[in-house]
């Protein structure tokens, strides 16, 4: 038996065509369903997200894995099998283990570290476990990947730092005051990076987030996104004295916010800190505000520069997470072969069993009539040749487990045809 994995990314395919390849999930039983028809194949499971889709299956070790499944895909999706062929990358056991524990840790991922990607192979799993297509090796390696990323988030900070602008803003903010919960946000403008921002603020309990924007329509509609409260454009000002964090990502060519009016308003605040975000280029807010005591204040470049750190050190945290990944590899690779050596040793002896059974029954009638006694014997001197002949064969698959015990396993099975 082969564990394989077909499948394209980030890496490999635009978002067009990812786009055209995605899974819709409700269809999945009836897929992995139909996937397990095709000749074969054992265990199937189908992972489809924004990022990836990759099916993963256990086969019949003459199975042409790659042509099955690619064939199943692009019918699958009605596509062409030559078109979809250029994206597709093909893994086959020790290296679909690794690409497996991989993807588990978000070594894999286009932004390293990120968790999402661990509940969407867990939910992909669980909808193919409960659609009969995950039961036996595919699923020891799906369970144990899931303990590989536990591994990996617990001995590695490999997702504690922030690695797009609009989180390192959130990340800032929470140095700042420690808590977000309680803080109000006003978003000034509708660019999409203070958009993302405010959505990752909101995740973090802020209590309030008001909204102005030149246009009233589009300042309406992110109030109904954010739940928030619109503030009218010519006099957000007014609202700075009650707002601890200001996002600015207006097309103003002019500063929107001076040193003079920010001084205003943290004497309004009685010196309590406010963090402002100009995301905007060209900036929408005085540097020269950042020289004002209890004012924080990042630009883009900032933000780019704190990635770029975060960015450097998750690469070293992903060198640690891939040794602990290769570690994880070599113990499954063991388990499996440990597993199927066990099952070579008792197939190899219910199969002499079966031939001295035979042989015994074909000379049945030449012995004649048998005592408990004699029968006794007779079948204790078959065990002890049957021992005898299973003896070489099971040592040597022992003594060649160090080394995998490949060649060892294919040579008794050819041998003892066993699987016949």
Known sequence: MKLSITGLNHTTAPVEVRERLAFDAGLLPELITELRTQPGLQEGMILSTCNRVEIAVTADDACDTRGSVSGFLARARKVDPQWVGQFLYHYDDQQAIRHLFRVAASLDSMVVGEPQILGQLKSAYELAKASG????????????????AKRVRTETEIGQSAVSVSYAAVELAREIFGSLSGTRVILVGAGKMSVLAARHLQRSGVAEILVTNRSPERARQLASEFRGRVVDYASY????????????STGSAEYILHKDEMKRV??????????????????????AVNELDNVFLYDIDDLQRVVEQNRLGRQEEARAAEQIVEDEVQRMISRLKAREMSAVIVALQQQLDSIGQGELERIRGKLGTLSPQQEEAVQALMRGILNKVAHGPIAELRRSSADG??????????????GE
Request: glycine share 8%.
């Open 133 to 148: 297509g995950v039961n036996g090796v595919l699923d020891s390696v799906l369970t144990r990947a899931f303990s590989v």
């Open 266 to 287: 943290i004497g309004a605040r009685r010196n309590r800190p406010m963090f402002l975000i100009d995301i905007a280029v060209p900036r929408n807010i005085d540097p």
């Open 405 to 418: 015990g490949g060649p060892v396993l294919d040579a008794i099975r050819r041998m003892f045809r066993l």
């Open 237 to 248: 000002q007014q609202s700075l004295r009650d707002v601890d964090v200001l996002i600015a």
